[in-house]
C-alpha cells in the first residue's frame, strides 16, 4: 500500500541553524500538507501546497519557513534559523483531491530537536 | 476559527470492555476524520465522514456523524490492547484542525 515517507526519523540541530525535513508523497496524490506537534499539544497545521504554489498557511509558518518541491516526487520544509520553540514533530501528509473531501495521508513524522 | 473538543482526554478500560470517544466542532464541518497515534509516531488514518447522519464502520470500530455535521463518536467494541493509542479527531475546512486527543489504555 502506497504510503508517505519521511526523512531523516530524528534531527538534532543547534539554535541557529537551517534545517531541512523531506518527504515523499504518494505518488499520485496533488495536495501536500505540513503539521507539527509540539511535545503534549495538538497537531497544527502549517501550510498547504498545490500546483507548485502554496495554498494557505497559518500563523506559525513565518518567514523562517519555507516549502518547496524540488523534483517529481520529493517535499521539503525549510526552517532557515531554528529556535528552541521549533522543537516538535512535523509531519508531511499529501491528498489526491480537493483537500476539504479527500483523506489526508500522514507519513511517520520528523522529530526536530533544538538545542 | 474552527475548534474541535474531544472527551474524554483519557479512557483506561479492560480488555473486551466497548468504548466511546467524542469529538465536538464549533462550526459545521466539510468532513471529519478520525486518525490514530501511538506515541511519537504518526498518523494513521482510520475513517472519513462527510455526510450528516453518517455512519461508517471497520473491523470492531465504528463512527458516526450527527446530522448538523458538528458531532461525531467513535465506538469500540469488544476491546483489545492493539487498540490502544490517542485517537485524534480532525475537522476538515481546507486544512485539518484536530482535537486534542483521547489517550486510550486497554489493560488485558
Known amino acids: 500500500e502506497p504510503e508517505v515517507t519521511q526523512t531523516p526519523s530524528h534531527q538534532v540541530t543547534q539554535m541557529g541553524q537551517e534545517v531541512i525535513l523531506r518527504c515523499v508523497p504518494i505518488s499520485n496524490h496533488l495536495y501536500f500538507y505540513w503539521y507539527r506537534q509540539i511535545l503534549g499539544q495538538k497537531v497544527e497545521f502549517l501550510v498547504s501546497?498545490?500546483?507548485?504554489?502554496?495554498?494557505?498557511k497559518s500563523e506559525i509558518f513565518d518567514d523562517q519557513f519555507s516549502v518547496e518541491r524540488p523534483d517529481g516526487s520529493n517535499f521539503t520544509l525549510k526552517i532557515r534559523s531554528t529556535k528552541l520553540e521549533d522543537s516538535a514533530m512535523y509531519f508531511c501528509?499529501?491528498?489526491?483531491?480537493?483537500?476539504?473531501?479527500?483523506?489526508?495521508?500522514f507519513g511517520p513524522g520528523t522529530r526536530l530537536t533544538v538545542l | 476559527s474552527q475548534e474541535l473538543e474531544q472527551s474524554p482526554q483519557s479512557l483506561i478500560v479492560q480488555e473486551g470492555k466497548n468504548l466511546t470517544i467524542n469529538c465536538t466542532s464549533s462550526?459545521?464541518?466539510?468532513?471529519l476524520y478520525w486518525y490514530k497515534q501511538k506515541y511519537g509516531e504518526g498518523l494513521i488514518f482510520l475513517m472519513m465522514?462527510?455526510?450528516?447522519?453518517e455512519e461508517k464502520s471497520h473491523e470492531k470500530i465504528t463512527a458516526k456523524l450527527d446530522e448538523k455535521k458538528q458531532q461525531s463518536s467513535l465506538h469500540i467494541t469488544a476491546s483489545q490492547p492493539s487498540h490502544a493509542g490517542i485517537y485524534l479527531c480532525g475537522g476538515s475546512n481546507y486544512k485539518l484542525t484536530f482535537g486534542k486527543g483521547t489517550l486510550l489504555t486497554v489493560n488485558p
Open positions: 462550526k459545521t464541518l466539510y468532513g
Open positions: 465522514l462527510q455526510k450528516g447522519g
Open positions: 501528509a499529501s491528498s489526491n483531491r480537493d483537500p476539504s473531501t479527500d483523506t489526508q495521508y
Open positions: 501546497f498545490y500546483n507548485n504554489e502554496i495554498s494557505e
